[in-house]
């Protein structure tokens, strides 16, 4: 959906929306995903980051359908074939680990915790470097427990 024909396709049907609907989009399969995934009902994933994430998340989409295209975010295509895929898009550690199965737990978290803009972009990036573990013929979704 974030290619060129994926923009091109939503601009003609939504032309005022179609950024904001092309990342709605991408974001809805990500958390269809991830919901699947990830056997704990206490998670936050990249696509389910919890509602202060989410409402910041929003507003940056709102601020980029001013601008009208996604050029940013096609630039950064990348081709999945080989973990560490990730690399380039975070500064943070690809997981070392063997993974097994589809789904990575990365550690646990207070969901407080989040609303600190400095640990939310580290919780992002950690699960950015985590998806790098992934390739396109095996899905691995890393994701962090919640504390009570």
């Known amino acids: 959906m974030l290619s060129s024909f994926g923009a091109d396709t939503i601009d003609e ?15 809805e399969i ?16 990249l696509f389910n980051l919890g509602p202060f994430a989410e409402t910041r998340i929003q507003r940056m ?6 601008d009208g295209d996604l050029s940013v975010l096609e630039s950064l295509s990348i081709e999945v074939t080989e973990p560490g895929w990730s690399d380039p898009l975070t500064d943070a550690e690809a997981l070392t680990d063997s993974t097994t199965g589809d789904t990575y ?7 407080e915790d989040l609303e600190d803009e400095a640990v939310l972009d580290d919780v992002v990036s950690q699960l950015i470097a985590g998806y790098g573990a992934a390739t396109k013929h095996e899905l691995v979704v890393p994701y962090y427990t919640v504390e009570s």
């Open 61 to 66: 989409v709102e601020s980029a359908e001013g």
């Open 30 to 45: 990500g958390k269809t995903v991830e919901n699947k995934s990830i056997e704990s009902e206490s998670a936050i994933s």
């Open 13 to 27: 049907a939504v032309p005022q929306t179609s950024v904001s609907a092309q990342i709605s989009l991408a974001t």
């Open 105 to 111: 737990e990365l550690g646990s978290i207070n969901i």
